[in-house]
């Protein structure tokens, strides 16, 4: 990366998605204000959790929500909860949970890597993941015959497109646990804009990542039952602590999600679309590449581009090169054995698009 001075941060391009070592996404000014004032007011805490609350329950139909530090922190958090059920003596006593019940139901498949396991996350709270099925498969009948054991604390779900192996059935899967009186949390983190859905599942939690799509700071949205939700915040006493929500993330949260509340979601996929068309008429026009859309896997309401790189040129070499540019290139890699780049442009600007097409003409050239 050349040009960096002393002490500057180093802007780059970043269309890989909402990738946390390059800053997840960029927040619009109004939630930029609302973290701003923020910083420089006092607030009744419960009250801003309070009025958090209202706006969850808008944006998801569950029937309460609560901000904690991140969707990790917020894995941690139910777990805790589902192990603690409110009881505040075992709530003191976390993550030491020995003789509760404990036991968390993890597809293997679900298994995800988030930067940390997830079922770290789930340790963390004192809970003993319980991985069902294999890496590579987890279906209804194996998530049945581990529910007839005992000691079960709750079921944990990930929808994600870090997921592995055929997609299991989320909804059956929330109805199979609920019909055994097993509660279920589901980690959606970037899937907000699939809310309805997880919501609709019938899981008594459902938690999202409030710096992903949704755009806001970092912050760790939950949302589900009043009970459920209660006894997510009854771990505030507890190993909550150090996963509390600052009052700049709650403030920026709201601001999110009622910017959420009036996009027009046509408009906006409308728009998408087009930019992304620009993008590949025009990525399509170089002679080393042959440019398509791929819908999004986890089924988000938008596409992304994947561009086929052709020889002389490969995916490795090109991607090396686009991140060695000033500004660098970032785009995903995942596909890069079959020669393939993977970018997510929803979040980028018509000028970021036009420097992404020239860094490719440039690296490309014969
Ligand atoms: C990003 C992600 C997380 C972690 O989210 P943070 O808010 O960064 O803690 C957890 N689970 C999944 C599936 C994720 O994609």
Redesign the pocket.
Known sequence: MADIKKGDPCEIINARG?F?PLG?SRSPAEVQDAVGKALGAYFCLEELQQAASAHLVRFSGAEAGTVVH??????TLAVAACITMGDAEAIARLPEAEGLPRRVLLPASHN?N??QP?EQAVRLAGGQPDLVGTEARCDLNDLADAMSQDEICCLLL???R?TRGPALDITAAVALARSRNIPVII????QDMRVGHLVGTGADLV?F????YLSGP???LVVGSSAAVAAVRAQEKGIGRGMKASKEAIAGTIAALKARAILDLETWQAAQHEKLERFLGEANALSAVNAFSEPDPTGLPFARAVLEIAPPFNAVETIRKLQSLSPPVFVMDHLVHFNKLVLEITSLRNDEIDTILASLEHVLRE
């Open positions: 909402t946390t997840v991140c969707a990790a922190a917020a894995v995800v988030y930067g997830i990930v929808s994600s870090l980690d959606g983190a970037a938690i990542s409030g710096q992903k970092t912050a760790g």
